[in-house]
């Protein structure tokens, strides 16, 4: 199982910015595929981006409509870290954000919750108006 530790949430004005690390055990780090989710007051948890292994040090991201081109995923296989660089912050963006990690999830197979397999415990966004 792998083990996952998010940090880097808080309290920040709309139009601010934040970005969020998740650290991961395992020695195979490179080839999961790494995703970001959230959970907004009082509704269930959804996709917010991953990013997956497609060939040879090459990895494609995708990205929920609500975050694309305010939210950026990144991935630092030395250090085991993946990033959440989020943008343009609006308050609907306020949630618990979850990291996970997935073996055998692929294309827009990634986007669901039932293809990751381990979670972090989530940080906290908050995105006050």
């Known amino acids: 199982q792998v083990q996952l530790v998010e940090s880097g949430g808080g309290l920040v004005q709309a139009g601010g910015s934040l970005r969020l690390s998740c650290a991961a055990s395992?020695?195979?780090?490179?080839?999961?595929?790494m995703g970001w989710f959230r959970q907004p007051p009082g509704k269930e948890r959804e996709f917010v981006a991953h990013?997956?292994?497609?060939?040879?040090?090459?990895?494609?991201?995708d990205y929920a409509d609500s975050v694309k081109g305010r939210f950026t995923i990144s991935r630092d296989n030395t250090k085991n870290t993946v990033y959440l660089q989020m943008n343009s912050l609006k308050p609907e963006d306020t949630a618990v954000y979850y990291c996970?990690?997935?073996?055998?999830?692929?294309?827009?197979?990634?986007?669901?919750?039932?293809?990751?397999?381990?979670w972090g415990q989530g940080t906290q966004v908050t995105v006050s108006s």
């Open positions: 990013i997956r292994w497609i060939g040879v040090n090459t990895y494609v991201a």
């Open positions: 996970a990690s997935s073996t055998d999830c692929s294309g827009s197979g990634c986007r669901s919750i039932r293809a990751f397999g381990s």
């Open positions: 395992g020695r195979t780090f490179s080839s999961y595929t």
